[in-house]
């Protein structure tokens, strides 16, 4: 019998107070509505994604095949996660022993495509970089972080994936079952596997999410450029708060050993703050990639068309622009010429019977008509 078994006999001596106070990640409410609502989101920033990667600029690549295994490992993580609800996630452990092994194969899921989720999201954000960055030191760097995240995350996926020999010794144990790491063989085995892989991907997080950070120093930055990079930087710093805080959550439950096992009881907690990661991770991988696009599209739609007014006086009248017209001509003559060819101050037109034939000739006006000419 191994230490969990050991230790699950040992609760069974000690149940729980049932009516004690449940923590607020333990209700079901709390884990569809957090879970469900920003794991949408995610989703909706990896379409936009493809969406301007396929249809936009017609330049996809590797970093866009990693998000999207990313985006559909981390369904199936969610997906197991509540699934896991139903048979007793957020209970006691000895009060869910019937359906335990049930629940095992769910979090077993949840587990190992979430460790899977993390590597797959941090080699996205690393070959993104070098698309961004096509030579110097910090190629380099991206060059090594990407080797070593990759292997960080075959080591811990495996880990995940294969936590017992015979896999089905993690919801079954037997006497002929195998478990290491992830497997809860003994207590100190476990906390150390888990200490490892949060500390190490808090680690990583924060040193992928602060490459980029030379670009925000670059001189000739616009207004426009260094608040989209603060939005970048603000989103990498949530993810590295998820990180940090899913390594407090584990370290808060592991300093005595019986309550350490119950994980039925505490795990939700951990695993909310993990979907919470990953979908931060997520989004901020892909917000570089679209936001150019939605703000283009944003302008399009909401700023219109600008028109500059011009004024020019024109010199001639518009009767005088139609030479060729019969009419027009006497109109642009009975307005400059007098039939005596004197020039007079003060015309007027009676649009009287001269005008019916075509004909609108000038009326002079002596000088003592004039005022009264005015006044009408």
């Not at 070593?148 to 037997?174: I, K």
């Not at 703050?273 to 739609?301: G, H, K, Q, R, Y």
């Not at 109109?331 to 010429?337: D, F, H, I, R, V």
Request: aromatic share 14%; glycine share 6%; with cysteine.
């Amino acid at each position: 019998m191994d230490q969990l078994s050991a230790t699950i006999s040992e609760m069974l001596k000690a149940y729980p107070d049932p009516n004690g106070a449940r923590p607020v990640a333990n209700y079901p409410a709390t884990m569809y509505g957090v879970t469900i609502t920003f794991h949408v989101l995610s989703w909706v920033a990896v379409g936009f994604r493809l969406h301007t990667r396929l249809r936009v600029v017609r330049e996809p690549w590797w970093d866009d095949l990693f998000v999207f295994l990313a985006a559909i490992v981390n369904l199936v993580s969610v997906i197991a996660f509540l699934g896991g609800i139903k048979y007793g996630l957020g209970h006691h452990l000895v009060y869910i022993i019937n359906t335990l092994p049930i629940m095992m194969k769910y979090l077993y899921v949840t587990n190992a495509a979430y460790h899977t989720t993390t590597a797959l999201i941090k080699v996205s954000l690393l070959l993104q970089y070098l698309r961004l960055f096509r030579q110097g030191t910090l190629r380099w760097v991206c060059i090594i972080l990407l080797a070593t995240v990759a292997g960080w995350g075959l080591a811990f996926s495996f880990l995940a994936w294969f936590p017992c020999l015979p896999v089905s010794g993690f919801w079954h144990r037997t006497a002929s079952s195998k478990c290491y790491g992830f497997g809860y063989r003994t207590m100190d085995e476990a906390r150390m596997t888990l200490f490892i892989f949060a500390g190490t991907n808090m680690f990583f997080d924060a040193v992928i999410f602060m490459i980029p950070l030379t670009e925000y120093f670059r001189p000739g930055l616009r207004k426009k450029q260094v608040l989209a990079m603060t939005g970048l930087f603000a989103m990498g710093s949530l993810v590295v708060l998820m990180a940090i805080l899913r390594l407090w959550s584990t370290f808060k439950h592991s300093s005595d050993a019986i309550k350490s096992f119950d994980f039925t009881w505490w795990y939700p907690e951990v695993l909310i703050i993990s979907c919470l990661e990953v979908d931060f991770a997520i989004m901020c991988a892909s917000m570089p990639i679209f936001w150019p696009t939605v703000v283009a599209n944003f302008n399009a739609i909401f700023v219109t068309k600008e028109v500059h007014i011009t004024h020019q006086d024109r010199v001639q009248d518009f009767e005088m622009g139609r030479p060729t017209s019969l009419k027009s001509t006497a109109s642009q003559e009975g307005l400059t010429k007098l039939p005596s060819g004197e020039q007079k101050s003060y015309y007027y037109n009676d649009f009287g019977e001269d005008a019916s034939i075509g004909r609108t000739p000038a009326l002079t006006v002596n000088e003592q008509e004039a005022p009264q000419r005015r006044m009408l």
